[in-house]
Structures are given as structure tokens and as C-alpha cells.
């Protein structure tokens, strides 16, 4: 029976319900494809705006009978269509910096960032410690959370081995503008409060610059490992005119 649904006479039948269907110019007959014992699909060119490579397709079927007839058309993307990228959820898709003013981002379920705060205990000197390091919080950061954010803080532009921290002998963790961190992220970063610098930024404690609060202004004798030029020693020597001309300089 698939060997009738294969003749120029079912190619036909396909074209005419096509164009049927939908309406729409069907360019030539691309290929046929046998479904199962008793239906073969029947594709032809596209040829549709913003469709290249789309092709159209129609089911031919054979009832136990004899009689062929049409099951199903549609407009199907062929091998080298372009078609859309596989969906990926929106909390998949979400980058940093794709935050802006007025949305809402809300962590994902489970997040393993976070974990469960705990409530006051009405103790003044308990919840004062409890405030400062977030036990009084809904949720608070877990363990990974802090480490996955500490890692990014030390690779980034302001961590030990920026281009500006190795330009330099100053480290940030001396100098009067490094506001340490609460917590156990104390120990190795902070935020530098110098507008000159890196101002508002989380800065590594070995990271550096040259606007540290130690730093001192040129003192003026010239570079440490030379002596200043003193233009006041040169002496200047005139040039007799008869000389200069005959190129005796």
C-alpha cells in the first residue's frame, strides 16, 4: 500500500490540498517520507517571506480500502531553516548587570546561597550581635554564598592581581579609606570610601593604588635612583658666527 502513496498521483493529491490548506503557492516536491504502513508525508519548497529554508508538508493516507486522502498539512522547518533557540526559562537567562530600575528579582527556590535567619531573642546584648552579623534576618548567606561571592570579589578589577595593585606598593589594608566587611568576609575585603579611587567598590585588602592614605607628595630631589638634573650648572658657550658657517659645530 506506501508504494501508491509514493506515485506522481499521491504527490498530486498532496499539492492540491496544500494549496488548498493554506493557501499559498507550493514551490517543487522536495521529498516523501513513509510514516508507517499506510501513510507517507510529502514535502515541498516554501517559498514564504522570512521563511527561507521552510518547507510545506502533507500527510497522505490510504484507508484498508484503496481510497487516499489527505490527514494533515503544515508548514514545517527544513534542514537548514532558521528557526528559534531552544526556551530557556527567564531565571535561566537572568546575567548580572540585567537588573534594572524598577525590577523585581527574587532568589530562586532553594537558592543555595541562602538559608534561614532567626528571630530576636529580646536578649539587647544578644540581638545587637545578632544584628551585626544577620542572624535576625529571614535568610542570610550560606557558607557557598560567601565563597562564590568572595571569588568573584578576588578575581575581579580590584582584587590582588589587578593591573593597578601590582603598579603599586600600597595595599588597601592599611590604608585610612578601607571599610572592612561585617562578618567572616572582614578578613579579607572591604569597600574603599575614597572618591579619588575606587570609591564604593569591594576591594580586595591586597589591593592597591596610589591614592593610599600613607602616600606622600614628590619631594622634589628628582628620582630615587638618580640625582637630579640641575639645569643651573649647564654653561653656556657662544658660538663664534664664523665657525657656525663654516660648519666647524
Known amino acids: 500500500m506506501s508504494s501508491a502513496l509514493h506515485t506522481s498521483a499521491a504527490v498530486d493529491v498532496a499539492r492540491a490540498a496544500l494549496e488548498t490548506d493554506e493557501g499559498a503557492?507550493?514551490?517543487?516536491?522536495?521529498?516523501?517520507?513513509?510514516?508507517?504502513?499506510?501513510?507517507?508525508?510529502?514535502?515541498?519548497e516554501a517559498d514564504l517571506p522570512a521563511y527561507r529554508g521552510w518547507q510545506w508538508c502533507a500527510v497522505v493516507a490510504a484507508s484498508p480500502g484503496g481510497e487516499v486522502t489527505v490527514s494533515e498539512t503544515a508548514l514545517l522547518p527544513?534542514?537548514?531553516?532558521?528557526?528559534?533557540?531552544?526556551?530557556?526559562p527567564?531565571?535561566?537567562?537572568?546575567?548580572?548587570?540585567?537588573?534594572?530600575p524598577g525590577d523585581v528579582l527574587p532568589p530562586a527556590h532553594g537558592d543555595p546561597r541562602?538559608?534561614?535567619g532567626y528571630m530576636l531573642s529580646g536578649d539587647p546584648e544578644q540581638d545587637a550581635v545578632a544584628g551585626e552579623i544577620g542572624v535576625n534576618l529571614e535568610r542570610v548567606m550560606t557558607r557557598l554564598g560567601r565563597t562564590e561571592a568572595a571569588g568573584r570579589w578576588l578575581e575581579s578589577?580590584?582584587?590582588?592581581?589587578?593591573?593597578m595593585a601590582r603598579s603599586t606598593r600600597f595595599h588597601c589594608g592599611d590604608c585610612a579609606f578601607y571599610l572592612p566587611l561585617a562578618g567572616v568576609l572582614r578578613a579579607a575585603f572591604g569597600v574603599c570610601g575614597n572618591e579619588f579611587a575606587a570609591d564604593g567598590r569591594v576591594v580586595h585588602?591586597?589591593?592597591?593604588?596610589?591614592?593610599?592614605?600613607?602616600?606622600?607628595?614628590?619631594?622634589?630631589s628628582g628620582s630615587p635612583a638618580y640625582p637630579p638634573y640641575d639645569d643651573g650648572e649647564v654653561e653656556n658657550v657662544e658660538i663664534p658666527a664664523a665657525l657656525e658657517a663654516a660648519g666647524g659645530v
Do not use: I
Open 205 to 220: 585588602a591586597h589591593y592597591g593604588c596610589g591614592a593610599h592614605s600613607s602616600a606622600t607628595g614628590s619631594s622634589g
Open 90 to 100: 527567564w531565571d535561566q537567562r537572568v546575567r548580572a548587570g540585567d537588573l534594572a
Open 157 to 163: 578589577e580590584f582584587g590582588p592581581e589587578a593591573e
Open 25 to 44: 503557492a507550493v514551490g517543487a516536491h522536495v521529498a516523501s517520507v513513509a510514516e508507517d504502513d499506510f501513510s507517507v508525508a510529502h514535502y515541498f
Open 78 to 88: 527544513g534542514p537548514d531553516a532558521l528557526t528559534p533557540p531552544a526556551w530557556v
Open 114 to 116: 541562602l538559608e534561614p
